[in-house]
């Protein structure tokens, strides 16, 4: 369930690139889950050609999705019994991956150089394209020949990071076949997978065919097909709605092939950020050799929120160290020394019988916790960054006093700090009561109450003539969720604060450079500063947004 | 006169009196206060344990306290309760909180200066054990009071919470040779720089989370704050300072 600001959030993406229109009716599928046509035109009241074109973008960009399910529908938009009803999802994932686009081309472009990453960017712009579109794209633009596009296409395809796009409307199984499924050939509980979850699911191509393509079979293909077709839109310029609404070539579906994979893009960024963090904990060397592990078992891994990595011996991890002309120096012992600081607790690499294997969810888990933490110490303290970092670890219950006594703090100073922390969501409290005497018990027998409402023990607590205690917890999940959605709130809150500068200083924003003197040219520095400012906050903040959402 | 008075009986008593000059009322209340050796007792306990008056109670005590046979001392679990000991008894480290108390308040010097003696310990030692640094510390007689392992134990368990120091588990091998395998250790964080690199790290401020380093990040108003509300992204003062170059 997406959180009140991530739906703002995106929105507020969507209203930014695709208009208010487009926006109105994502906003609706995200609020309101999965709906057909007939209820999307009901809840928006937009006219059904107005609120089709908008799904259009949307799956276009690969921010919606259409899909059948199998079940007989019922309800408000039953047709004839057993009659299956297109429905449509909004992709929330990959709505938040429109602001990491310059990410996803540096990471493009460096591993695979600058022609293939401007072919990557065609398909970041358009959202997917047919390989004539493609290629079409680059000879207008860079003049390209068709052979040099189709190789770049087949580097992007063979390294990921283009795939074949998903079926345009799958047939979504029930849940409860797909879970029963899946228990039987896994012994641990699995949860459930979400609506999404299980569209993807279906929708996605085999792995074959998804990362499988063939130059020059697509061209004929699309040649074919496209004989008796009316002339499409000229690939070089993005859809904008205005020109949507007009523009009647789009009433017929266009046939697009291909697309980013974000998956592949998602776990390149993970990797980056786990070499970041054991970077920041250890040393250069150990994130080469860090580094060096998620490249020899980058093959191997099919998931971006995979646990561990495939384990590799210490020959293949020095091979692959000493494989990058900078790490030429380094000594057998150099590595191997490196994996065992690594594999000291909290045991960022696992050892198994001379193997070595990365534990993702530990890094993560380091990395969420830092963040966590730098919060807490600017938001509320020194004192509440100890209480926090004492609860994180305790992971139970524990007393006002014994905290105040484990960080040497006050205990008025740490009860009134408990109380802030737990007042904007940080932390969980409990009241523990006890009771010398109940009606029904003897006198002798003390019994204890664990009562949850603080409104309740007050009236009763003292009528028993008992002691009360308050006990404190952080909850991982839940506080993951609060700074999660706060995190939403913030990248949007930097997005309207942008919008508001711009709209302050735009006379000066449009006065030619020649005429910008004295207060307007201070006006239009300053304003630049802020951009970049903002610019470079909301891509931190989205690094960070990826740490709690996607990693 | 009574069959059953000794020959020293005879001699006929005070009134309420007994041979430490004591009343009855001041005895039981005494006898009450010495029961509980060095864990005190709360004056209300007092009142409730011995069935008198409050009066009665509070006189007594006062007397006790002028005879100097008891005295009062403050319980750092509960300042505002009134906590009586017998005079020959040390109040105990509950009372009085312990090694890191000094008259009912924490002492936050010494604290703070043992702490450091330990941080700057573990880094010389680089892999620590408590035993190794408590050795350490006595044998430099850096401080008066009479530190136990318990103590130390508890100053490690601050600097963790610190992010001073990480506690690790040896494995025998490397930096922990010559540590028994599975004991609990320490080490200073920081990355293992050397000479300007060093310098350098140790000057640099530590890293601020991406959220801690923007308003919203560590705004006590984010709950409030909507795009068009009296609170929002336009009408932020922490903004307005932000943005002010």
Partial sequence: ?551 | MSRLQSPSALKRKRPDSNSQGMTDQESVVYKLIHEKENMGIWVRDIKRSSNLQDTIVNKSIKTLLDKGMIKEVINVQNKTRKTYLAAEFEPSPELTGGAWYDDGNLDVDFINAVKKLCSQKIKQLKVATVESVMDSVKASGAFKADLKKNHFEEIFGALVLDNEVMEVESNGMGEFAGIKVGKVCYKAIGKRRVGAAAAAAAAAEPRIGAMASIPCGVCPRISSCTPDGVISPGTCVYYQKWLDF
């Fill in chain 1, 1 to 551: 369930m997406v959180s009140q600001h991530g739906i703002l959030y995106a929105v507020h993406l969507i209203t930014n690139q695709f208009g208010n229109l487009v926006a109105k009716v994502c906003e609706c599928l995200l609020r309101n889950g999965a709906l057909t046509l007939q209820a999307i035109v009901r809840r928006t009241e937009l006219s059904p050609a107005k609120v089709r074109n908008c799904l259009l973008v949307l799956i276009q960009h690969n921010c919606a999705q259409a899909f059948i399910l199998e079940e007989s529908v019922s309800g408000e938009d039953a047709g004839e019994p057993g009659k299956a009803l297109t429905q449509y999802i909004a992709l929330f994932v990959n709505i938040l991956h429109r602001v990491r686009f310059s990410k996803f081309m540096d990471v493009v472009s460096k591993e695979l150089g600058g022609s293939c990453g401007e072919l990557f960017r065609g398909l970041l712009e358009h959202g997917r394209l047919t390989v004539k579109q493609i290629v079409d794209r680059a000879g207008a633009n860079a003049k390209e020949s068709t052979n040099t596009v189709q190789e770049d296409l087949g580097k992007l395809v063979m390294a990921h990071y283009v795939e074949c796009c998903p079926a345009p409307e799958p047939l979504v199984p029930p849940p409860d076949a797909d879970t029963k499924k899946r228990a039987k050939s896994s012994k641990v509980m699995v949860e459930p997978l979400t609506l999404e979850q299980r569209v993807m699911a279906v929708a996605m191509p085999s792995a074959m065919r998804r990362f499988s393509f063939v130059p020059n079979a697509d061209q004929v293909a699309d040649d074919q097909q496209n004989v008796n077709q009316p002339p499409s839109k000229d690939v070089g310029e993005k859809r904008k709605l205005h020109d949507l609404e007009s523009d009647t070539a789009l009433e017929e579906e266009v046939e697009c092939n291909w697309r980013a994979n974000f998956e592949e893009l998602l776990r390149r960024l993970r990797h980056k950020t786990c070499v970041d963090t054991i970077k920041v904990r250890f040393d250069d060397a150990a994130a080469t050799v860090l580094s060096a592990m998620l490249e020899a078992s980058r093959a191997e891994e099919d998931k971006v929120k995979t646990a561990n990595s495939v384990p590799l011996s210490l020959n293949t991890i020095y091979e692959e160290v000493v494989k990058n002309e900078k790490n030429h120096s380094m000594t057998f012992d150099h590595v191997r020394t490196c994996l065992e600081e690594l594999s000291c607790p909290p045991t960022f690499v696992k050892t198994d019988d001379e193997s070595y294997s990365i534990d993702f969810t530990k890094i993560t888990e380091a990395a969420q916790s830092e963040e966590i933490e730098s919060i807490v110490l600017k938001r509320f303290g020194e004192t509440a960054y100890k209480i926090f970092r004492l609860l994180f670890r305790a992971g139970c219950l524990m007393e006002t006093d014994k905290i105040a006594d484990r960080i040497f703090a006050e205990k008025k100073e740490t009860s009134k700090t408990l109380f802030k922390m737990w007042q904007d969501g940080y932390l969980l409290m409990e009241l523990l009561v006890l009771c010398k005497h109940l009606n029904i018990l003897p006198p002798a027998i003390k019994c204890y109450c664990i009562c949850r409402n603080w409104l309740w023990a007050v009236q009763t607590g003292p009528s028993y003539g008992g002691s009360s205690y308050l006990l404190w917890k952080v909850n991982k999940r839940l506080l993951r969720e609060t700074i999660l959605d706060e995190m939403f709130h913030a990248a949007l809150n930097l997005n309207l604060r942008l919008a508001h500068e711009i709209d302050q200083n735009k006379e000066v924003l449009n006065l030619p450079p020649d005429k910008r003197e004295g207060p307007d040219k201070q006006k239009f520095d300053r304003l630049r500063n802020v951009r970049l400012l903002i610019h470079s906050s909301l891509m931190k903040l989205d690094d960070a947004i990826m740490l709690f959402h996607d990693f």
